[in-house]
């Protein structure tokens, strides 16, 4: 029955020999199908997801478990439960600024690629077509999986859509192939997460020897397409977008961009309250203090990507502003946050009550019982993981916007640590900064890790996500990213920047707080431009503007809170000190772009930077729009 939709693909050599073999291919019929595969069969309520491996023995890297309202994945290994940034490695010859699988292993890749097949041609498979980057603009793509890992694979349907194979189009003639393989985790790579990216001159393959989705199904796809979009001259960016209506039916669109845990799904969220009403601003982490906010109205939000945002040039226009679309149909949603009932009403409602049941992980399921996303599955007794997610599909989400839309505003998150005299760092951004393009670009490139990340294993300290913040998924040239980054911003001059902290503002920690007070007041503030009087160079000029004064819906907020300097627990002692230390990463994750093919103007502002250039001089490079 299969081969005759199999017949309608044009299969990849080696796949087609496996099939020619006599290999029992599951080709998944709708989205049923693949949420019964995710338990072995439709009537099992539990299921392992195990393997033999040699000189190991039978590892079960995975447990699935049947719920009311979805299916609840936990993995066995605390370490699976993250990505791991460390992940990818390039098996080709062609340009490439990332380790290369000989570098790293000390031998040629081909080998373990024969090695993978001959397993592959071992197992039943789920043959499964699907477009990455979306049915409009998107790319041919197969995954190639056993069976038994029929979670992974209704995932990745969530996350990028799949064709049932009953609408497998004729000459179906797939870009890219992901090819699952679990085992060689412990054969070859001493138990850690590796995706092996092998791009040749007709098909880009992703070897996943892994069960986790981020690093392939999720990332590996992403990079995937900044493959096709460096080949093409264009970028996949890592942001959420929004379409944000006030109460006065004012609208504005703002893309937030940023490094795992910089606060891209927190800016399609709606501002988290008390069970009375309340909002904290803000609690000093020396006194205890909490400040209060007081919305009457907030507003409404539809919700246009989570975190790929598709800038293909069939969509731009003459608008000047940069003009995007999803390039998912589901959304990777983590939920660490969410600790108890009530905290997000908006989602709890959404994973509780789905349309359809969903795929979980991370979270404490019970057979037959309702998985509730505020049961965060234990690393350890009293330590809950710290990265919980649920994929949702977009269909799924009340207001969603489904067209491309252009952007008024690009923001960029940083999580920040704590800053004090006493403990100085570099968490001394006031609630938002505006950025002048050249700055905003270089911000870009850095892509501050930053603070406590969730999402991934490494979070110590500050660290670059790499050009883009989405560095650790490209196979490519970091230069030739930072100049599509930089095209993408100067053609895009319509569209204005700014800069926003998460977690803490100076002594504050204030969670997400920040994005969501810069949002509903952009929001209102609509196209206006800043006065002069509104505006100050913030103390270090890398963070462009600070606010003079900031008022929200009738509050002003205190300016400490715009000028973290003015905090009696910063003071300039302490604000100085942590200029000093984001000046001194800037610099030298900057110096690696400079090589001959960067763009000129790249050059001349990264040597802006490291001069210790003033705003004046980042403006006269690329005129700011207030």
Same mark, same amino acid.
């Given at each position: ?34 949420? /019964? ?29 049947? =719920? ?18 460390? =992940? ?22 081909? +080998? ?92 880009? %393959? ?8 981020? +690093? ?22 890592? /942001? ?25 799904? %927190? ?43 598709? =800038? ?41 009550? +789905? ?26 007794p009293g330590k809950p993981c710290p990265n919980p997610r649920v994929i949702m599909p977009r269909r799924f989400i009340p207001d969603i916007v489904d067209e491309s839309v252009e952007i008024d505003v690009r923001s960029f998150g940083v999580r920040t640590p704590p800053c004090t005299k006493e403990k100085p760092s570099y968490g001394i951004m006031g609630v938002f900064h505006i950025l002048p393009p050249s700055l905003a670009w270089l911000w870009r490139l850095v892509a501050p890790r930053g603070h406590d990340n969730p999402s991934i294993t ?64 952009? /929001? ?15 103390? =270090? ?17 205190a300016k400490g809170f715009l000028q973290p300097n003015l905090q009696p627990e910063v003071g300039n002692s302490g604000y100085d000190e942590g200029a000093k230390m984001l000046a001194s990463f800037f610099k030298k994750e900057l110096e690696k772009f400079l090589t001959p093919d960067l763009n000129p103007l790249g050059k001349d502002i990264i040597m802006c930077c490291l001069n210790d250039g003033k705003l004046e001089e980042y403006l006269e490079l690329i005129p700011i729009r207030m």
């Open positions: 029955m299969n081969n005759k939709f199999l017949e309608r693909i044009v299969l990849p050599y080696e796949l087609e020999k496996i099939i020619q073999s006599g290999v029992n291919a599951i080709i998944p019929e709708n989205r049923s199908h693949l949420l /019964a595969l995710a338990t072995g069969d439709e009537g099992n309520m539990t299921y392992e997801v195990s393997y033999d491996v040699p000189g190991q023995g039978k590892i079960v890297e995975a447990t699935v478990v049947k =719920c009311k309202n979805g299916a609840a994945v936990n993995y066995m290994d605390m370490y699976m439960r993250r990505r791991d940034p460390d =992940c990818m490695v390039v098996a080709d010859s062609g340009q490439t600024d990332k380790p290369r699988y000989r570098d790293i292993f000390g031998e040629d890749f081909l +080998p373990l690629r024969c090695l993978t097949f001959d397993w592959l041609g071992g197992q039943e498979l789920i043959i499964m077509p699907f477009m990455a980057g979306g049915t409009e603009f998107g790319y041919p793509a197969l995954l190639v999986a056993p069976a038994n890992a029929g979670f992974f694979a209704a995932g990745l349907a969530d996350l990028q859509g799949f064709i049932p194979r009953d609408q497998i189009p004729y000459g179906f003639k797939p870009k890219a192939v992901i090819y699952l393989a679990p085992p060689y985790r412990h054969t070859h790579f001493e138990g850690k997460q590796v995706v092996v990216h092998n791009r040749l001159d007709d098909m880009h %393959e992703l070897f996943s020897y892994n069960l986790y989705p981020g +690093p392939s199904a999720k990332k590996g796809i992403y990079g995937v397409l900044l493959h096709i979009g460096e080949l093409e001259g264009w970028v996949t960016v890592h /942001a959420s977008t929004v379409k944000v209506i006030t109460p006065y039916e004012n609208i504005i669109t703002i893309m937030h961009e940023g490094a795992s845990g910089g606060g891209k799904s %927190e800016m399609l969220e709606q501002i988290h309250k008390e069970l009375d009403g309340r909002i904290i601003l803000a609690q000093n982490t020396v006194t205890k203090e909490k400040t209060y906010l007081e919305l009457k109205e907030t507003c409404q939000l539809q919700p246009v990507t989570d975190d790929m945002a598709l =800038c293909h040039p069939a969509i731009q226009n003459d608008s000047r502003k940069l003009v995007v679309k999803d390039a998912e149909t589901g959304w990777f949603l983590r939920i660490n946050h969410i600790s108890k009932y009530g905290t997000d009403p908006h989602y709890e409602k959404l994973c509780i009550h +789905p349309k359809e049941p969903l795929i979980f992980l991370n979270l404490q399921g019970m057979p037959g019982s309702t998985c509730l996303i505020w049961e965060h599955t234990m690393d350890e490494d979070s110590e300290g500050m660290s670059s996500e790499g050009v883009g913040s989405y560095w650790p998924f490209a196979t490519g040239k970091m230069v030739d990213q930072a100049n599509l980054l930089l095209d993408q911003i100067i053609s895009a001059s319509a569209t204005r920047y700014i800069l926003i902290p998460n977690q803490h503002i100076g002594a504050y920690k204030v969670g997400f707080m920040p994005q969501w007070v810069a949002r509903e007041y952009l /929001a209102r503030r609509g196209t206006a431009k800043f006065r002069a009087d509104q505006l100050v160079e913030s103390r =270090c000029s890398l963070m462009g503007y600070s606010l003079e004064t900031l008022k929200v819906d009738g509050t002003f907020l």
